[in-house]
């Protein structure tokens, strides 16, 4: 999943890309409110961390914005102890929850769950199909009765594929996927990533339809 950040405070935002890489997301990050209006607005992303006190154009006000333009798209508010009354203002606006600073990384990991969970309507926090399960908080995939947690571009690309399975994704869609705006990406890269997860299991385990993609079977 791609996630946009919208945080001014350097050491966080930082924390926080991190943190979300290693959970096998790709993240965009910015630090100023209008830019964070403007790449909201590009859409692309599954799911919004949003800080209220921003330079340029504060949480809330991107808040309202979104949600009055019939943005649905899941966004958890960031907040700092002293912004009691915008957090439930945040609430009111459509925010999905929020986050009072410091908090832990795995906590943050666990409420985006939980909303996305809520977003999906899904009860299970597993993908999978008749032969492939992937567990969404351990990273844990099993094909074939075969169990191994995958490093996080390797999960990134299996739950991509297993969100949709039969449905052909290309290399652009994975690529977009799987790697944030400005950062480089080798012309290879997926095909390693695809030869990784077949060494591991299989190489059934993903199906290449020649000249069009990847997939794997429903
Ligand atoms: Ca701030």
Known sequence: MRVLV????AMLGKAIVQALEDAGMSVDWVRDGQLGDEAAAVGGHGLLL???GLPGRSGLEILRSLRTSGDKRPILVITARDELDDRVTGLDLGADDYLVKP?????LLARMRA?????????????GTSEIELDLS???VTYRGLSQVLPAREFALMHALLE??????????????????????ESNAIDVLIHYVRRKFDKDIIHNVRGAGWMVPR
Not at 6 to 9: H, L, T
Not at 103 to 107: G, R
Not at 164 to 185: C, D, K, M, N
């Open 115 to 127: 909303v996305l969970r809520r977003h999906g309507g899904q009860a299970v926090s597993v993908l």
């Open 164 to 185: 949709r399975p039969g449905t052909i994704l290309s290399r652009a869609q994975l690529e977009e996927r799987l790697y944030g705006w400005g950062q480089e990406v």
């Open 103 to 107: 908090f832990e990384v795995k906590e």
């Open 6 to 9: 919208i945080e001014d405070d």
């Open 138 to 140: 351990s990273h844990e």
């Open 50 to 52: 949003l800080d209220l």
